[in-house]
């Protein structure tokens, strides 16, 4: 008989740790760390004293949590859902969506001063890589979907009496559209594959809720579009962040960009890692020599040869860093502006915006702060339920606690 236990992260933005039992198979899908949890505890010169800690304050999950799992199931790489796989407690296998991607983070990763130190897995994990729309020796069916994290999977869990959809987070409208997305993505999404496969039973549907509740404005991929070519029209150098495993807003910068007939260049290690994974890109982009040390297939270029009319992608660690440097070489212009992604919701992966903010106002830096959410908006819940018809549903990794649309 198929059990689903929701150990964190029903109540909570983040911080997922499912546990499918069946028969004699324990199955784990996403470890993630509570970050609402980790702010009342730590902040400034108060940091994580190490992983016996962040388990006890209920930040990282219990060892307990693990006992018998034969394996762990990632949906994507945000660190609510990733976690810290140097908590897992014993020899298990751990589903990654991507193993270059993991390892380009995990170099980083280890070299940190910090809690972050403690993502890497221990020698006696072994990984291994999700393959979408294909069915493995567990069960277990990972079905691509879009969000401000790449790749992202749902997990279809097929058990001995009951189907198991587990959404991860989700957006129903993306970046990329039909034969694109399959480029990228390896396959169709999730709710087209259901919606093809109507003979597939979903007894039981875990979907994500985060912006159940919210007041945020349902912006969608073609409606920021839209915004930033209004915002292009009007400046020269546009410096715009994002998240370094936001692929799909990365290539829709990339062709804005070449539409546009803009250079754009690199001032983030982990975009250009992240666009070297991407085949044919629109416009060929340009790396920062100061911000991207490693080697890149992308030529390479000093902070003072960038050219007038340019879309420069940073970091979000990095941003203020970058403008101080473009200040300081004379390159930040009355006709530059910068556009904040806002990796929503905030507690998804800490940031200090308040000190950003500030910065962009000692700069005399006009910066718009949009994004078209990484999660799907409430209106889309219909098509949703529709498209899945599910027999019954658990909504988590939301802060609503009655949800009426469904
Ligand atoms: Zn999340
Ligand atoms: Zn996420």
Do not use: C
């Amino acid at each position: 008989m198929v059990e689903v236990k929701v150990l964190s992260g029903a109540r909570s933005i983040g911080g997922n740790f499912i546990r499918i039992e069946d028969r004699d198979r324990a199955l784990i899908f996403d470890q993630g760390l509570r970050f609402d949890i980790m702010e009342r505890f730590y902040r400034g010169f108060i940091a994580p004293k190490g992983l016996r800690e962040l388990r006890e304050i209920g930040a990282a999950p219990r060892a307990e949590w693990y006992e018998g799992a034969n394996a762990i199931y990632i949906s994507h790489m945000h660190l609510d859902h990733l976690g810290l796989l140097s908590n897992i407690p014993s020899r298990t296998d751990v589903y990654l969506p991507s193993i270059s991607i993991y390892e380009v983070l995990e170099e980083k990763w280890r070299d940190s001063p910090t809690w972050i130190s403690l993502i890497p897995r221990k020698y006696y994990v072994e990984i291994e890589e999700l393959s979408p729309l294909e069915t493995d020796e567990n069960n277990v069916m990972p079905l691509p979907v879009s969000h401000s994290a790449y790749p992202a999977y749902a997990l279809l869990y097929f058990g001995s009496d009951e189907n198991v959809l587990y959404t991860g987070d989700f957006r129903v409208e993306g970046f990329l559209k039909g034969e694109e997305f399959i480029k990228v993505h390896g396959g169709i999404s999730m709710l087209e594959y259901l919606s093809e496969n109507r003979d597939i039973r979903v007894d039981r549907l875990i979907i994500e809720g985060t912006n159940l509740g919210s007041t945020r404005a349902p912006i969608s991929p073609a409606e920021e579009k839209a915004m930033l070519r209004r915002i292009f029209g009007a400046h020269t150098l546009i410096v715009a962040t994002i998240h370094p495993l936001d692929l799909e807003y990365a290539l829709f910068l990339s062709e804005l960009a070449s539409q546009a007939g803009r250079n754009m260049y690199l001032a983030s290690e982990g975009a250009a890692k992240l666009m070297e994974t991407a085949a044919d890109l629109q416009a060929e982009p340009k790396v920062v020599a100061d911000y991207v040390k490693t080697p890149s297939h992308f030529e390479s270029v000093s902070l003072t040869d960038l050219k007038e009319d340019s879309i420069l992608i940073a970091s979000y660690h990095e941003i203020i860093d970058l403008l101080r440097d473009l200040r300081d070489a004379g390159a930040l212009s009355e006709g530059s502006t910068t556009v904040l992604s806002e990796p929503e919701p905030r507690v998804e992966e800490a940031q200090e915006y308040e000190a950003i903010m500030n910065w962009f106002n000692n700069l005399g830096t006009q910066a718009y702060l949009m994004r078209a959410s990484g999660h799907y908006y409430p209106h889309d819940l219909k098509t949703i339920m529709s498209t899945i018809k599910p027999k019954n549903v658990s909504i988590i990794h939301t802060r609503a606690s009655r949800v009426s649309s469904i």
